[in-house]
């Protein structure tokens, strides 16, 4: 088997310094600003050696390695895996690759997914961030790194960013709900304080303060597991019997809800109304089937990755952030309706 060319390899036989080399192979020669001339010695010399010479062609010439980190919440999750696929999608059209991952809302998790990414030398980031990565955020930003935060954002830090309308949303489906007749309807929430499920629950808090109606949530935390959410979700619907509706701020949420009304030999909507906020594919064929507050994917996606390539755009030399706030809509079904 033939040695692999290394870059220890290509420095030595065109007496040139491995860090000139490196830089020159990841597409930081303007930056560095190394000569055309010497950039074309290295090219030629690496596509003569059969290294990769289509991909480096075009990082050399463009100062670009055409791939995006995309970094989700869960990738498993409904909402993110359909988010990350329309991406890719979009990300293809307009050349570029997607490498993506899931942070698991674990911010040391995250530092080191930024940390590898910068390692892969990736065009631009849409991040979906967990608290605590704030300085890792500022420090792409202050390299001049093209960042996108989705789905969330850290209000002390400017950056681009596309979000749902959490709060509208939130707070016309619980308005609906009041409006239907339901007097005791209660939050499910994660304990949780980014910015998208504050939106959600102050939705909900001001849509009840409007219809003079009293307030009760449940905050489930992050780490827990199905069965320990439909465990605690059961305790919480067995003790608070006055309730006549329920909002999931999550789809998740809502599954280990209806697992322990079920459980509880309760039904939707007779004893108790749901709403779900994200849409999921099963909702519809449920019996009955369930109310959704529906984030449109194809809108969030676009509007994500526009955003970034007009970061990306060299031509685009202003870097101005963006604010993207995209509105909901509230699929009534089901389980809402008496």
Do not use: W
Not at 138 to 163: I, K
Not at 227 to 237: A, G, S
């Amino acid at each position: 088997m033939a040695k692999k060319l290394s870059i220890r390899d290509i420095a030595s036989d065109l007496n040139v310094s491995k860090t000139t080399i490196s830089f020159i192979l990841n597409g930081k020669a303007k930056e560095k600003r190394i000569s055309d001339n010497l950039v074309k010695r290295v090219l030629k010399y690496v596509q003569e050696k059969d290294y990769k010479p289509n991909q480096l062609a075009k990082s050399l010439s463009t100062g670009k390695t055409m791939i995006i980190g995309l970094m989700v919440e869960k990738i498993s999750d409904y909402f993110f895996a359909q988010i990350a696929y329309h991406i890719e999608e979009l990300a293809y059209q307009n050349g570029y690759k997607i490498i993506y991952c899931s942070t698991d809302n674990d911010p040391k998790k995250t530092r080191e997914l930024i940390n590898l990414f910068r390692d892969r030398h990736v065009d631009g980031y849409i991040i979906t961030p967990p608290a605590g990565v704030e300085k890792e955020i500022q420090e792409l930003l202050n390299d001049n790194l093209p960042v996108v935060l989705f789905d969330r954002y850290f209000p002390d830090v400017d950056t681009s960013y596309v979000v749902l309308d959490n709060y509208k949303a939130s707070y016309d489906a619980v308005k609906y709900l009041a409006e239907s007749g339901f007097k005791n309807i209660a939050l499910v929430e994660l304990n949780s304080d980014q910015t998208q499920m504050h939106d959600r629950k102050q939705g909900y808090l001001d849509a009840l303060s409007a219809s003079n109606l009293p307030v009760l949530v449940k905050r489930i935390p992050f780490s827990n597991d199905s069965e320990e959410m439909v465990k605690d979700l059961f305790k919480f619907i067995k003790k608070n019997k006055q309730l006549d509706a329920i909002f999931f701020a999550t789809n998740y949420l809502a599954f280990s809800g209806i697992k322990a009304m079920n459980q509880l030999q309760l039904k939707t909507p007779d004893d108790i109304a749901i709403i779900a906020f994200d849409d999921h594919n099963v909702f519809d064929i449920y019996s009955p089937t369930v109310t959704a507050v529906a984030q449109p994917i194809d809108e969030l996606a676009r509007q994500s990755i526009n955003v970034l390539l007009n970061q990306l755009d060299a031509k685009k030399s202003a870097k101005i952030s963006q604010k993207i706030v995209v509105s909901a809509n509230l699929i009534k079904r089901g389980s809402t309706s008496k």
